[in-house]
């Protein structure tokens, strides 16, 4: 794949990586096996992020030193008396190392990591880690258990909202993205903490959408699909990779030789450190992989899974394991080695209290720029899904009915996985339009379950009705998606699609905000509501991010990074799909309509829907329109080693500027295993006034055109390609072709 893994001591200078070397080395050849164990057990401190395990008195352990870091402890003072217990009363000295979920914001909260993707624009995805990790680290926090990188297909699975959605390359940009934004350029900086790379590996196929549920993958799906992001991630120089819960060839991850021995540490070079999810060592036990912590120690220790997250697996059997002769202690040493190399590169030996300031803490955490980030972020993941006749932006003057509890619910707005986020910190929509709306209207319509009441209908109905336009916040509550909270069905939760429809019989035009972490199947919205705008869950700056969209302050760009289905029904649904017999791709079925002759029945169709999302990868309109010409490629064929361009004039002939988000697909058309129809090779964002012009210039190597082949090995195959490029990937402008030559 031509990747260059950088390990954290590539990271550091030679005479730095000398010391934390010798330091190193000086420490393990001081401590005891015992003490060496503890080093790899991880507890929890205040709050669980899991089903419940065994409980343990963190100070005693930390001050005994049966443990190596902690994760989800409250304060800055409590944090700062796990690090003075560990270096200055218990015997060894070694600092722990503290950890929370900080995912998309740490008190400033962001924009869930879908809807920065959304954004197409890594820059952004940067920015809102880097935010985080300097307020993190003025908390007192050293290891954040994040970018999540799982490629998901399946909106039925709440944990879509964590990762950067369904296509390897997207996914894969966004998140070495926000490796670098957590991680910076140093990791001694007390701006900055340790990244991680999760969930190693397939997480995002978990059968039916359904959390935790069992995977079942071929390797090539593992190798094309949802191992880009963390290669990614890897040459970035991520310090850290979690394991998954889920099973690959029906061995656990946590425990599985060849993902984590052999694939992670042996083919992608990764030396650092290797830290299971929650309590997934001892779930091997209940997969029927272990008969007891006995056998998951051995395994996951053998597998070189270095921390073991709260299952107590290490703790209580792996001095035994060594002294019975059943485990090497080299392999413990291996493991305890990569946590204190970690702890060195991140500068605790030097000062296990850089990350304990008050000072610093009250300067950066919830700043004025940090809130101005956050609103931009948002504004930049907001997706205008379609704007019929117009609706928006709310013109000047124009009165405006306000409906949807949503609209002001400050917690809501939030998301899941909100670190240390506070509804008190956030501004709702409501909020800000009081502030900016001349002439408005607010009625809840529904409670935010979705129900409607008939006194909320009609005072909702009465408020549309005399007003110029209507505004309906509609969608999920942020506890409908996130981690354990997976949806048999997609669709408006309650009565809200019928409160929609009340609405439109009034006449005024309408437009719907959707707050939710998931792609939803909302057909009927689609088709009777002339105007969507995709909010997503925004952060604390939802309020105002989305109020510069609907009062045209922003011009929406945001492009989807999953597809919406039509209906659950069709789920998984992406557009990177392989090629089917029936119809050949070459030709012309409509499969949106019913079958016209037994010749068309036979196809890959369903009776009731079309086989098309509602929604495809990379849609989003705009209140300007673009137009591409002169799509040219630099040659008509291109050897391995060469690179080829391909470049497309693209103008705003609108009236206002906006910014467009060029893609470019590839297709091999003949190769030794079934490719996708398109794949995603390369995106530019790029800004226009109204009337302007510019070239864009991508380009394209074989490195862009490998897969996963017969032969079992990353390479490009010489043969015959398409590139297509579009506004996304089912609105495809120009279609070339070259030829790939030895």
Request: net charge negative; proline share 4%.
């Amino acid at each position: 794949m031509g990747m260059q893994t950088q390990s954290l001591l590539d990271r550091v200078g030679p005479e730095r990586r000398a010391e934390i070397e010798e330091r190193v080395e000086t420490l393990l050849s001081e401590l005891s096996l015992e003490q060496k164990v503890g080093q790899l057990n991880q507890l929890n401190a205040d709050f669980a992020t899991g089903t419940a395990v065994g409980d343990m008195d963190i100070e005693q352990g930390v001050l005994d030193g049966d443990i190596g870091s902690v994760l989800n402890f409250e304060d800055l003072d409590e944090a700062r008396e796990f690090q003075r217990l560990a270096v200055e009363e218990s015997d060894h000295g070694v600092p722990v190392l503290l950890a929370l979920d900080v995912i998309h914001g740490h008190r400033t909260i962001f924009p869930i990591p879908l809807a920065e993707a959304a954004s197409w624009n890594p820059e952004m995805a940067e920015r809102s880690a880097s935010v985080a990790a300097t307020e993190a680290a003025a908390d007192g926090i050293h290891w954040t258990f994040a970018p999540s990188v799982d490629v998901t297909r399946d909106a039925r699975w709440g944990r879509v909202m964590e990762a950067a959605g369904e296509d390897p390359y997207l996914s894969a940009e966004i998140s070495k993205a926000r490796v670098r934004g957590f991680q910076g350029d140093d990791l001694a900086a007390d701006d900055t903490i340790l990244a991680c790379a999760k969930h190693f590996v397939g997480y995002g196929a978990v059968e039916a959408g359904r959390e935790y549920n069992t995977v079942d993958i071929s390797e090539t799906t593992l190798r094309e699909v949802h191992l880009p992001p963390f290669e990614a991630c890897l040459e970035a120089g991520v310090g850290s990779v979690m394991n998954s819960f889920n099973l690959y060839q029906r061995i656990p991850a946590s425990s599985n030789d060849f993902l984590v021995r052999d694939l992670l540490r042996g083919e992608l070079d990764f030396e650092d450190l290797v830290v299971s999810d929650w309590n997934s060592f001892g779930e091997l036990v209940q997969n029927g992989l272990a008969e007891d912590l006995r056998d998951v120690a051995r395994e996951c220790i053998e597998a070189t899974s270095d921390v073991d997250m709260v299952s107590g697996a290490y703790s209580t059997e792996l001095v035994d394991l060594v002294e019975d002769g059943v485990v090497d202690e080299g392999l413990v040493d291996d493991a305890v080695r990569r946590l204190l190399v970690l702890k060195g590169v991140l500068g605790l030996f030097e000062d296990p209290y850089r990350y304990f300031d008050e000072e610093r803490q009250a300067q950066r955490i919830l700043t004025e720029d940090h809130r101005e980030a956050a609103r931009e972020v948002a504004r930049e993941s907001q997706v205008l899904l379609k704007n019929e006749d117009d609706v928006l932006p709310v013109a000047d003057g124009q009165s405006v009915a306000l409906v949807g509890s949503l609209a002001d619910s400050a917690d809501d707005m939030l998301g899941a996985w909100r670190a240390e986020g506070r509804p008190e910190d956030a501004t709702t929509l409501r909020e800000t339009f009081e502030e900016r709306v001349d002439d408005l209207t607010y009625a809840a319509g529904c409670d935010l379950d979705g129900s409607v009441s008939d006194e909320q209908r009609s005072a909702a109905v009465d408020a549309v009705e005399s007003a110029d336009v209507a505004v309906v916040a509609v969608g999920e509550r942020a506890e409908q998606s996130g981690e354990a909270a997976s949806r048999a069905h997609l669709d408006l939760p309650g009565d809200q699609r019928a409160l929609l429809e009340a609405l439109i019989e009034t006449g005024t035009p309408v437009a719907a905000v959707l707050f939710n972490g998931r792609p939803l199947a909302i057909d009927w919205t689609a088709d009777h509501v002339p105007a969507i705008l995709e909010a997503w869950f925004p952060g604390i700056e939802a309020g105002p991010a989305i109020a510069d969209v609907l009062l045209g302050e922003y011009n929406p760009s945001g492009r989807l990074p999953m597809s919406f289905p039509v209906t659950e029904g069709q789920v998984p649904i992406y557009y990177n799909r392989l090629r089917t017999g029936r119809p050949p791709e070459n030709v012309d079925v409509d499969l949106t309509e019913p079958p016209a002759h037994d010749g068309e029945k036979y196809m890959s169709r369903y009776l009731d829907i079309p086989n098309a999302p509602l929604y495809s990868f990379g849609h989003g309109e705009s209140y300007t329109d673009f137009a591409y010409t002169g799509v040219t490629l630099g040659d008509e064929t291109v050897a391995m080693d060469d690179t080829l361009s391909v470049e497309v004039t693209v103008e705003n002939t609108g009236d206002v500027t906006g910014t467009e988000v060029v893609q470019v697909y590839v297709n091999d058309l003949v190769a030794s295993r079934a490719r996708p129809i398109k794949e995603l090779a390369a995106f530019e964002n790029v800004e226009l006034e109204s009337g302007e012009s510019a070239t864009v210039s991508v380009e394209l190597t074989a490195d862009d055109l490998e897969f996963w082949t017969a032969d079992e090995e990353y390479a490009a195959e010489p043969g015959e390609f398409e590139v297509m490029v579009g506004h996304a990937a089912d609105d495809i402008v120009a279609t070339e072709t070259f030829g790939l030559v030895e």
